[in-house]
């Protein structure tokens, strides 16, 4: 069993800053990427930044306003919100790439979603 269970989401003003955090557990062997991905309603869900062990990219949007990191030993992943705009608001979802204990492959976990409003 996995789980991913995402924090750190509320109501903001245009121009604040939110944190976002997301830990992975249960038996895990092995995580390559871990992202942050939202989604608005009646939209599709949109990545919004990955990280894997050397490398991290992020969309168009939020370069320069968002940062991603991981704590590999904690298994878990962060987003660093800043400059925050209206158009921010969403529900934020983190996923992980990894493997369990046991298996040769690598699947996608998501987490339940954690909900980000940016409005004055």
């Known amino acids: 069993q996995v789980q991913l269970v995402e924090s750190g989401g509320g109501l903001v003003q245009p121009g604040g800053s939110l944190r976002l955090s997301c830990v992975a557990s249960g038996s895990i062997f092995s995580i390559n990427a871990m992202g942050w991905y939202r989604q608005v309603p009646g939209k599709e869900r949109e990545p919004v930044a990955v990280?894997?062990?050397?490398?991290?990219n992020y969309a168009d949007s939020v370069k320069g306003r968002f940062t991603i990191s991981r704590d590999n030993a904690k298994n878990t992943v962060y987003l660093q919100m800043n400059s925050l705009k209206p158009e921010d608001t969403a529900v934020y979802y983190c996923?992980?790439?990894?493997?369990?204990?046991?298996?040769?492959?690598?699947?996608?976990?998501w987490g339940q979603g954690t909900q980000v409003t940016v409005s004055s």
């Open positions: 990280i894997t062990s050397g490398d991290t």
């Open positions: 996923k992980a790439e990894l493997a369990k204990h046991g298996s040769r492959w690598y699947e996608d976990y």
